[in-house]
């Protein structure tokens, strides 16, 4: 009943947005139809045309490996049988002000995951308070797991998930793992899809390069509609995005949620002062430590070793999302600035790390995160000129090359393999707009971070002067730069 439930209210939804697409088009004059028309409806988007090229070769690459080169590579580890398994799996699960429930479901299906993958394995639970590690001794007492499987608590201080990663990984280095064990690193709030440790960690034995790889992503939302939708349709266009980049083995993240990697890497000294202190020498702002952003600085990490990394699009996990703020609005804008600040800090000195280190592919796509944060607002801001300048026709062409590109482009996520909803076109839009803005805001304010689950920020003990400096030359260079961006469109139009 549910079910059908929503299928109607999806089935409204897509009316409701098609029948304002049919309106918006009724409203412009014939001659925004007329390719012989100066008016013509492409003319106001080919100034965004160049941009949705990188989306074009992501989508193309994405496909061409999800339902080709992966298959082909899956038949591969099938053919390895049992040369492929390790010699032993460690999960290190960290947890810190997660609500009882949530972590119970977690540590089930990481607890199901060590006995029924078959390999000797070890669950290293990276833990703060008590009453977690009660929870789990609870949950482990129930399971009754056999004697391969281990349990090993590391007790830790609330100061942060990268202490927790590093308090774990010194805690399996003293265990002395050799070349063929594997690392599975769990977020407290993720919960493991059935047979995820046997689908991910063969891959290590056919690519003996790669030294870490991630998962497909879908989300429970303990939120309203909107934000729901929000995180399903960015796991979706993340699922493709992965999948472009696999098929370079440079995937650009090792995301926390659920990454496994070499036991080798993971024990290397250098990797783990990565994660634990990573930080940034910027010419403005000074040094400052990254408070945040334990996937960027494993993978930063792990190309700065040498490594290459993958993407296993049918090993699933599900992950518990806990919006900050009950209102969309500002729960998006500030995970936003989590996740925009952490691309962003590791951005500029990837990229140092050269074409012939990253690959060409990579390359054009880092240099594209830098600038995408003005291009994405180019056809908006033109539009407003245009309209100010010559006829309000030229926002109503503007919203409905929007709504058409927009609509086109959630009918694509669809072979993600991920649901697709009414709601998506609106939110790609939203994702650009306030995204970019968002995008510009922090990428003048790099040293600007703070922890959505934990009310903790970053304190350099910095002098007033310097503070007050930092401050004020990032206002100045903000507003400088958009009115550089404005100017120029206006000449341009």
Known sequence: MDKLKTGLNEAAGWLLYLSLLMLLALALPRSVFDPESKHFLLLIGIVGIWRYSMGALHFVRGTIFLYLVFPYYRRKI??????????????????????????????????????????????????????????????????????????DFVRIPGTGKRDGLAYGFRAISRQMPDNDAVVAVVDGDTVLGEGVVRKTVPWFKLF????????????????????????????????????????????????????????????????????????????????????????????????????????????????????PEKSFIKASRKLMFRWYGNNLRQNSRALGLGMQRLGLFTSVVLFDQRVSMWT????????????????????????????????????????????????????????????????????????????????TKLDRGLHSFQRWFNTWSSRAMTFTATSVFIATLMALV
Request: with cysteine; glycine share 6%.
């Open 78 to 151: 099938r053919k390895l049988g049992k040369d492929a398994d390790p010699s032993h799996v460690f999960l290190l699960v960290t947890s810190f002000r997660i609500d009882a429930l949530t972590t119970a479901m977690v540590y089930r299906s990481v607890i199901r995951e060590a006995v029924e993958c078959g390999y000797p394995a070890t669950v290293v639970c990276s833990i703060v308070e008590l009453s977690d590690e009660l929870l789990i001794k609870n949950l482990w007492a129930q399971a009754s797991p056999p004697e391969h499987i281990k349990l």
């Open 208 to 323: 003996p390069n790669v030294g870490g790889l991630t998962t497909n992503e879908y989300c429970e939302v303990r939120g309203g509609y909107i934000m729901s939708e929000w995180h399903k349709l960015r796991f979706a266009q993340r699922h493709l995005n992965m999948c472009s980049m696999a098929l370079s083995k440079r995937v650009l993240t090792m995301t926390g949620r659920m990454s496994v990697f070499r036991a080798q890497v993971v024990t290397d000294p250098g990797f783990i002062t990565d994660v634990e202190s990573d930080h940034l020498e910027h010419w403005r702002l000074g040094r400052f430590q990254f408070l945040t952003g334990d996937d960027k600085s494993s993978w930063y990490s792990l190309m700065r070793l040498g490594y290459d990394t993958f993407y296993v699009p049918d090993a699933a996990i599900n992950t518990v999302e806990h919006p």
């Open 376 to 455: 994405s607002l180019l056809g908006l801001t033109v539009a407003i000129i245009a309209s100010i300048k010559y006829s309000m026709a030229f926002i109503l062409i503007y919203l409905l090359w929007i709504g058409i590109t927009r609509l086109i482009l959630t009918l694509l996520l669809s072979v993600s393999g991920h649901r697709i909803g009414p709601a998506y076109p609106a939110i790609l839009y939203y994702n650009q707009i306030v995204g970019a803005m968002v995008k510009i805001y922090v990428f003048f304010r790099l040293d600007q971070q703070s922890w959505t689950r934990q009310n």
